[in-house]
């Protein structure tokens, strides 16, 4: 049972443009979560964060809005850039004392110049 | 230098080899960890140490061995892996302790192949 789920395996944006993804999970005890962001032959890398007491949180051209009742989050780039074309994971985890993330399977996102 | 280092970043190994892969943290965290990625799957959490002592272990084969020294190196031993076992391993570092929630940093992976 996949408890963070990315459902959109893959995702193309005009650069200039905004790009939405998205994740959904399934465990109301989650209440951190966690944007990665992966180029090819890397290891993830931590893009920005969102804590349960907040809707949105945001970081330059990043922003994490949060809706608990959906148990949905999204990330949003705007403007989008070649550069942001990777996979991006979403990630969840309880918190203190549960500090172990579970991952989605990730979105591969495209900028088209 | 980057935080997380990893070697080999590629390994080939047939299914009676030993073999194994070493990670080395800069960052002066206390937990290291183990993780999985396969294609289409999500990453997967094989072990977690903390100060050394393994934390947990999910369910993971017992032809995965895994090995924490010190709490800046950790190492998966491996032998008798089957083809399935070919995957992405990623080692990662955080620093566990009241409030912290688990931000990882990754090192670039060990790409592994079994014939």
């Known amino acids: 049972d996949q408890q963070v789920k990315q459902n959109s395996p893959s995702l193309s944006v005009q650069e200039g443009r905004i790009s939405i993804l998205n994740c959904d999970y399934t465990?109301?005890?989650?209440?951190?979560f966690l944007w990665y962001k992966k180029y090819p032959a890397e290891g993830p890398t931590f893009l920005i964060s969102?804590?349960?007491?907040?809707d949105k949180n945001e970081d330059g051209r990043f922003t994490v809005f949060l809706n608990k009742s959906a148990k949905h989050l999204s990330l949003h780039i705007v403007p989008s850039q070649p550069g942001d074309s990777a996979v991006y994971f979403c990630?969840?985890?309880?918190?203190?004392?549960?500090?172990?993330?579970?991952f989605g399977t990730g979105t591969r996102l495209t900028i088209i110049p | 230098e980057t935080g997380v280092t990893q070697t080999p970043r590629h390994l080939v190994m047939g299914m009676t080899n030993k073999k194994s892969l070493k990670c080395e943290q800069h960052?002066?965290?206390?937990?290291m960890y183990w993780y999985k990625q396969s294609a289409k799957k999500p990453l997967e959490l094989m072990f977690v140490?903390?100060?050394?002592?393994?934390?947990e272990n999910n369910s993971v084969p017992s032809r995965f061995s895994p090995e924490c020294p010190n709490s800046s190196h950790l190492f998966l031993h491996l032998h008798t892996l089957q083809p399935e076992d070919s995957a992405l391993y990623l080692c990662?570092?955080?620093?566990?302790?009241?409030?912290?929630?688990?931000?990882?940093?990754f090192g670039e992976g060990s790409r592994l192949t079994v014939l």
């Open positions: 465990n109301s005890m989650f209440d951190y």
């Open positions: 990630a969840a985890s309880g918190g203190f004392g549960n500090e172990k993330l579970t």
């Open positions: 960052l002066g965290h206390n937990a």
């Open positions: 990662a570092s955080s620093q566990q302790s009241r409030g912290t929630t688990g931000e990882l940093f």
């Open positions: 140490y903390n100060f050394k002592e393994q934390t």
């Open positions: 969102i804590s349960s007491i907040k």
